[in-house]
């Protein structure tokens, strides 16, 4: 059994830039979120899905990051006009929706964004 | 909304001895759960354990056990016999109607030979 996986790992950009990030989540699980986490903080929520159809987006999720998950499997997460701001490690997780621990929540190795 | 709270920016403890991280959290929510996260240098978030709020009894996982306080609204990590592998940032979260977490500022916690 496969973990989740994130590609890239690492990207560097310059301001204004388009950038896109994709997560595979563990095959069976039919949810699946993404995180972002700046230097010294606790990751902070931003979008899920659920299946095709996403569920939540978080206010942090400005109209500049869009996210998809065609087909209920990968996801991939843009960022377009890149800004300094957005300079931060995006985690991706994924879950099943019917365990009895609480949606437990398996994270990838997660994607460092640097905006130069 | 959801809040946790980690006061301790940093713990040090000796290899082979017992740690308490401390975890508060604020919520209107009945039913919730309550997680623990461990992120080693290399970034990736490791789950440790999960309690449920109508669970009666403290989650244990191998070294970890949970020490659930539902009244004082706290849930204290508690990691015995610390060994080396154990020195990372820990953070603890919440589940919000079992889907999305809300997670703390975490501790640090450096175990020493």
């Known amino acids: 059994d496969t973990g989740v996986s994130q590609d890239p790992r690492h990207k560097i950009t310059k301001r204004g830039q388009n950038v896109t990030f994709r997560c595979d989540p563990i095959?069976?699980?039919?949810?699946l979120y993404w995180y972002r986490q700046t230097l010294g903080q606790g990751p902070e929520f931003l979008t899920y899905f659920q299946n095709e159809a996403q569920l939540e987006k978080s206010r942090l999720l400005s109209d500049r990051f869009s996210a998809e998950r065609p087909k209920g499997s990968f996801s991939t997460l843009e960022i377009q006009r890149t800004e300094q701001g957005d300079s931060a490690m995006y985690l991706c997780?994924?879950?099943?929706?019917?365990?009895?621990?609480?949606?437990?929540?398996?994270f990838g190795p997660g994607t460092r964004l640097t905006v130069l | 909304a959801q809040k946790i709270t980690q006061t301790q920016p940093g713990m040090f403890v000796q290899e082979k001895e017992a740690v308490t991280l401390d975890c508060t959290y604020d919520t209107s929510d009945q039913s919730y759960g309550l997680f623990w996260y461990k992120q080693p240098s290399s970034g990736e978030m490791i789950f440790l354990i999960y309690?449920?709020?109508?669970?009666?009894q403290n989650a244990t996982e191998g070294r970890y056990s949970l020490n659930f306080q539902k009244a004082r609204k706290s849930a204290n990590l508690v990691i015995s016999a610390s060994q080396l592998g154990d020195s990372a940032m820990y953070f603890c979260a919440m589940s919000r109607g079992y889907s999305t977490l809300t997670f703390g500022k975490g501790t640090m916690l450096l175990v020493s030979p």
């Open positions: 095959s069976e699980h039919n949810r």
């Open positions: 309690q449920g709020s109508y669970d009666e």
């Open positions: 997780a994924s879950s099943r929706s019917d365990t009895g621990r609480g949606n437990e929540q398996f």
